[in-house]
């Protein structure tokens, strides 16, 4: 089912493509949970549906109302963002050359260090916002894939999307954007030349903190997509139709949540570029952030739900501050309605870029007042 064209985003979420049950009416899709599926009496599926591994009722509504408002020719979901993400990777035919940011979600940095080279893939890592270094390690005949985060996880850096688009064409190489915070909301890389966009379904589509899952959308259902779906199914990666079910249920709040979340963010970035405990704030809803030009171009309606601040007086402050908090919650993942604090540089480990000051926060749908109220007190207690 696809939407009028006079439907925005906004709408196509919250009626989930207006879908109605046909045999009950209701305006809540069903959740299609069979592994297998009855064949006509001539051996052959008209329905179909053959088999759970490879396909399900569920999913593929969840995969319309994606595809929708990322603007896509089709999308697929997978059991987490990792998956998704990875099987964009295996999708290319070794050898193959891949050029991925240097600040990026810290799994799947780790993934392409680690492990990608043992699949026949050579991984080189750069500073996305800077052009000319991508364009140097972007080479024409080698590089089959460059992997863009935009804002980047922890310090929220931001990629110019078309710059880079352009860049990758020219090499006729992929170009795959993780666009897990900014969402379709506010970004919607295929149209800026993108040929495949990514999300963790797990933060804001979901919103929840309730589902793990993946999403890739493609600009062309070509060979790579082909590809893809086959890997999909060859791996068992699909994503189970309960929480496809419970993916498409977050999808319908999605564009109020994150246009709150990213007003409540920018605020509190705001406020906290004046706290005498705070040496630094990055957020790209600043001013003064090197990425606000290039966000105001391609983010429409805020700057997401992320900020990180660092602590004055280093890691053993931040931890401090960390563990006095009530109302911020010390905890991973980030996108739900709940807002999470993290000294990220103890998750990520001795090789991380992430500065040891630093704490990584998510903004839920609380109070900017009562959020910064909370902060402030931690921050203060933690410098007596």
């Not at 005498?276 to 704030?281: D, L, N, R």
């Not at 998750?347 to 109220?373: F, I, K, M, T």
Request: hydrophobic share 45%; net charge negative.
């Amino acid at each position: 089912m696809s939407a009028p064209h006079s439907w925005t985003s906004r709408t196509i979420a919250a009626q989930a493509l207006g879908f109605i049950e046909p045999g009950t009416k209701a305006v809540v899709p069903p959740v299609h949970v069979a592994t297998t599926y009855l064949r006509d009496p001539d051996n052959a599926y008209r329905s179909g549906y053959s088999y759970g591994r490879p396909d399900n009722a569920t999913v593929r509504q969840l995969e319309a109302v994606l595809a929708s408002l990322e603007g896509a020719e089709d999308a697929l979901v997978f059991g987490s963002g990792m998956a998704a993400a990875t099987a964009a990777v295996l999708a290319l035919t070794p050898p193959a050359h891949i050029v991925a940011p240097t600040v990026m979600y810290w799994a799947l940095r780790q993934w392409l260090v680690r492990e990608a080279p043992k699949f026949g893939y050579a991984v080189d890592l750069v500073d996305m916002t800077d052009l000319e270094a991508v364009s140097k390690a972007v080479v024409k005949g080698k590089t089959r894939l460059v992997w863009v985060e935009t804002p980047a996880n922890p310090l929220w850096t931001v990629t110019d999307i078309a710059a880079v688009a352009a860049i990758a064409k020219n090499a006729e190489a992929l170009l795959a954007v993780d666009s897990t915070v900014a969402t379709p909301v506010l970004t919607r890389p295929l149209a800026l030349g993108a040929d495949l966009v990514m999300h963790s379904g797990t933060k804001y589509l979901n919103g929840h903190s309730d589902v793990i899952a993946g999403v890739l959308a493609c600009a062309r259902a070509d060979e790579i997509w082909s590809r893809l779906k086959s890997l999909r199914t060859s791996h068992g990666a699909i994503l189970g139709p309960f929480e496809a079910w419970l993916l498409m249920r977050g999808l319908r709040t999605v564009d109020l949540r994150v246009r709150a979340q990213s007003e409540t963010a920018t605020l509190l970035a705001t406020w906290l570029s004046h706290h005498p405990q705070v040496a630094g704030v990055l957020h790209p809803g600043l001013k003064d952030d090197p990425g606000h030009a290039v966000a105001m171009k391609q983010m429409n309606g805020g700057f997401g739900g992320m900020l990180s601040i660092g602590v004055r007086g280093g890691e053993k402050a931040a931890i401090a501050t960390a563990a006095r908090v009530e109302l911020w919650k010390r905890a991973t993942s980030l996108g739900g309605v709940e807002s999470l604090i993290e000294h990220r540089a103890s998750v990520e480990g001795p090789d991380s870029p992430c500065p040891p000051e630093l704490l990584r926060l998510s903004v839920g749908l609380e109070s900017a007042d009562d959020l910064y109220q909370d902060l402030d007190a931690a921050l203060r207690a933690a410098h007596p």
